[in-house]
């Protein structure tokens, strides 16, 4: 069990190292822009090919499939998706939704752009890097929940009217060593709660 625990930290950064806020000041914002560009020039470095305009086409997908692991209740696809420690929380989100309850997800035009990327390490492990990019994710929801017995019990958005959802997600992966490979690409480390709309589907 230690084990299994000390190697999911190593799998990830313990925290969010640097929290996006949308309304911070010129000060704040032109600091956090340049630590954004010095950033993205060590990611580039270490993954070869990485760009821009494809990482935020993956961004947008992880996004779509995270909303639809959590309506399905897919656990397996829900932990290719998110790092470990996001996915202990929204497992557990999924065990409290009671039995028989339905979601229906669907996202539609969604769009996802870069707000902040940083790059940082394990002080026990300066050598192991990982870079965590935030993004405003933007999309049309269609989110319906239903209980047991079929009948209509929350959600938002219509296919008449979605809802416009706008969130800021963060993404990680490790950018050094082995665990820089293809088989371990970005996943979902966390969404900052008080920037966002709405939730996507949960519990």
């Known amino acids: 069990m230690k084990r299994r625990l000390q190697a999911a930290v190593a799998a990830e950064m313990a925290t969010v190292l640097d929290r996006y806020n949308p309304k911070a000041g010129f000060v704040d914002g032109w600091r956090a822009w340049t630590l954004s560009t010095l950033a993205v020039v060590q990611v ?3 993954l070869k090919g990485f760009s821009v305009p494809s990482f935020k086409k993956e961004a947008a997908s992880i996004f779509c499939g995270v909303g639809t692991a959590l309506a399905s209740a897919d656990h397996r696809k829900l932990r290719t998706l998110t790092t470990p420690m996001c ?14 309850e339905q ?3 669907e996202a539609l035009d969604v769009t996802a752009s ?12 300066p050598d192991h890097r990982f870079a965590q990019i935030t993004c405003a994710v933007n999309a049309k929801l269609i989110w319906s929940i239903r209980d047991a ?9 219509t296919a008449e009217e979605p809802f ?5 997600w963060v993404f990680e992966r490790c950018i050094t060593g082995d ?6 690409g970005w996943r979902l480390k966390a969404r900052i709660e008080d920037a966002a709309t709405k939730p996507v589907a949960g519990g």
């Open 164 to 168: 416009d959802l706008s969130d800021y």
């Open 44 to 46: 580039r470095e270490q």
């Open 87 to 100: 996915y202990a929380t929204m497992s557990g989100s999924l065990s409290q939704r009671p039995a028989g």
């Open 149 to 157: 017995h079929g009948q209509a019990i929350g959600g938002v958005g």
């Open 103 to 105: 979601h229906l997800w």
């Open 114 to 125: 870069l707000k902040q990327v940083r790059v940082g390490h394990h002080k026990s492990s």
């Open 179 to 184: 665990a820089a490979g293809d088989a371990h």
